[in-house]
């Protein structure tokens, strides 16, 4: 009987390389090649595909692929019934989620959604658009956009719902944000099949673990220093900590070690504080997982 192994869908284009960054964070070494779908992974007991992120829903939801990610915008617009795994808040740019607007140009007249009626709208997300826009009792022409949506307004379309992390390419082409349709992070997603199979799912938990263990150390590093006794209440009110620090007695008598969780944002300004309460052997290590 051979071994069982999961079959992972990584998204393809974008989100590939900030995929396979996360992944070897996490413990897992992913090679991509330009000339295969099939990328390599360290694990014997996974297999790996290169599916776009619009299609992995689809392909996860009639049992192709066990599992993979894909962000919770085409769950929605593909209507794809599958189970959630986690959610993962990484993107092609940064850690903030990715959110689909509706954007008119600078100078258009339309202030809300209300001043789109029988507009003709160009967007990727046909289905996205049309239900929100029925939300808001708006008849409107959702016309599917092959591509270069920012461009089309005024003439080619009166609005588009657009995809944007930083609204950089936005602003670039002279469009102003209406409304805001959806905030989309990443989700690993499994077949309901596969995650009601013990061995899948347990596969899947532990991904799940060591994937969001790696976003969670993002922006934060350890702090270690040792303090007197008499030192040390003062010293550990000045730390931001993650939980409660972490205090022990050391062999030489009246002192103690403190080591703590911080966000790296704040390192340069409580040090110099620590180093003036009395801390000593100031330590900054760096932290590549926090599991809780």
């Not at 899947?204 to 590093?221: I, W």
């Not at 009110?237 to 009246?254: D, F, H, N």
Request: aromatic share 6%; hydrophobic share 45%; net charge negative.
């Amino acid at each position: 009987m051979s071994e069982p192994v999961l079959k992972l869908g990584i998204p393809a284009g974008s989100l590939m390389d900030a995929t396979g960054a996360l992944f070897h964070q996490a413990g897992y070494r992913i090679t991509f090649s330009s000339r295969s779908y099939y990328p390599s992974i360290d694990d014997p007991e996974i297999e790996c595909m290169l599916v776009r992120a619009q299609e992995m829903a689809r392909y996860v939801s009639q049992g192709i692929l066990d599992a993979g990610i894909t962000g919770l915008d085409w769950i929605i617009e593909t209507g794809a019934d599958v189970a959630q795994v986690c959610e993962l808040t990484f993107s092609k740019v940064s850690r903030r989620p990715a959110r689909w607007v509706l954007c008119v140009p600078n100078d258009s007249h339309v202030q809300s959604v209300k001043d789109l009626q029988g507009a003709r709208i160009a967007t990727e997300v046909v289905n996205l658009t049309t239900q929100f826009l029925a939300r808001h009792g708006i008849t409107a022409q959702v016309e599917f956009s092959w591509g270069a949506t920012e461009v089309k307004p005024p003439r080619l379309a009166d609005a588009i719902v657009e995809i944007t992390e930083t609204g950089d390419s936005l602003r670039a082409n002279n469009l102003r944000i209406v409304e805001e349709l959806l905030s989309s992070t990443p989700r690993l997603i499994a077949h309901h099949g596969a995650f009601a199979d013990p061995w899948r799912r347990n596969k899947l938990d532990n991904l799940a673990l060591m994937l969001q263990s790696c976003l969670a150390a993002e922006g934060k590093v350890g702090l270690m220093l040792n303090a007197r006794a008499e030192a040390l209440d003062a010293v550990v009110a000045i730390l931001p900590a993650l939980q409660t620090p972490t205090v022990s007695s050391l062999s030489a008598a009246g002192w103690h070690s403190v080591n703590t969780i911080v966000p790296e944002s704040v390192v340069r300004t409580i040090v110099p504080q620590l180093r003036a309460a009395g801390g000593r052997g100031i330590v900054e290590y760096s932290i590549n997982k926090i599991i809780d």
